[in-house]
Structures are given as structure tokens and as C-alpha cells.
């Protein structure tokens, strides 16, 4: 799973039907996740980055109720 191969991959290399394989892979990726610890942010906390859509706030719809630019334009 750490090599980005696929389940077919997988499968093939184990000798397993796909669906076998398939089963096995989420059963480890799902302990993975079970077992990470929660992560804690303590003290200062530093960022790089951030995007934001001005005058939207994170809300494409909004565009488009508002109109095209072209009607901006004649406005």
C-alpha cells in the first residue's frame, strides 16, 4: 500500500481474487486510521498560504446569483 499500487496490483501479486484483496486493503487502511493519534496543537502555530475567493467567502454561487461581468460592466 505504501508503493501507490492498486488492489488489482495487489491481488495479482498475492494471488488473490481482487475482491480478496480489495477487503484486505480497507481492513488496513481503516486500522491506520483507527489507530492514529489525535493531533494536538499547543502554543504558537505558524501557516503558509492561505486561499480565499474575495468577496465570496468560499462561495461560488454567490457569482452567479450576482450576476455576469459584463452586466457589472454596463452598470
Known amino acids: 500500500m505504501g508503493l501507490n499500487v ?3 496490483q495487489i491481488a495479482q501479486e498475492l ?3 481482487v475482491s480478496d ?3 484486505m486493503t480497507t481492513v ?3 486500522g491506520v486510521v483507527d489507530r492514529k493519534p489525535e493531533v494536538i496543537l499547543d502554543g504558537e502555530v ?3 498560504e492561505v486561499y480565499i475567493v474575495a468577496g465570496h467567502k468560499g462561495h461560488p454561487e454567490a ?3 450576482s450576476g455576469s461581468s459584463t ?3 454596463k452598470a
Open 63 to 65: 457569482l452567479k446569483k
Open 71 to 73: 452586466e457589472k460592466k
Open 15 to 17: 494471488d488473490l481474487c
Open 46 to 48: 505558524e501557516f503558509d
Open 6 to 8: 492498486s488492489n488489482s
Open 21 to 23: 484483496a480489495h477487503h
Open 28 to 30: 488496513l487502511r481503516n
